[in-house]
């Protein structure tokens, strides 16, 4: 059983940063996907990054790429989304997730929003932080 926990949401004004981490626990093996996924009001979950376990391999969604960074430690007990340059649209509730590498469509395709996280593999989830952005 895999245990994700969520910290650091929060309100920042727009054009600030903030710093999300995930406290990972349980029997996650090389092939895991871990990635991070936000959901507005009104609209569907996205996928925003994904990082993979074993290379620690990034991928963005093209609304954040370039203001966002993934990552994960050195013993890969946390994993981290940096935000910055944050906008307005960025406002919602942020969750990390993560879930076996599988054959078929890979892991990272959640970025491009061409799958939803059920159908990649994405298993569990943490309970979701808020982040606000006012401007």
């Known amino acids: 059983q895999v245990q994700l926990v969520e910290s650091g949401g929060g309100s920042v004004q727009a054009g600030g940063s903030l710093r999300l981490s995930c406290a990972v626990s349980?029997?996650?093996?090389?092939?895991?996907?871990l990635g991070w996924f936000r959901q507005a009001p009104g609209k569907e979950r996205e996928g925003v990054a994904v990082i993979y376990f074993d290379d620690s391999s990034t991928y963005y969604a093209d609304s954040v790429k370039g203001r966002f960074t993934i990552s994960q430690d050195n013993a890969k007990i946390t994993l981290s989304l940096q935000m910055n340059s944050v906008k307005s649209e960025d406002t919602a509730m942020y969750y990390c997730a993560a879930g076996p590498r599988r054959s078929g469509p890979d892991c990272r395709a959640v970025v491009q929003g061409l799958f939803t996280a059920s159908q990649l593999g994405f298993l569990y989830w943490g309970q979701g932080t808020q982040v606000t952005v006012s401007s």
């Open positions: 349980g029997y996650i093996y090389g092939n895991y996907c």
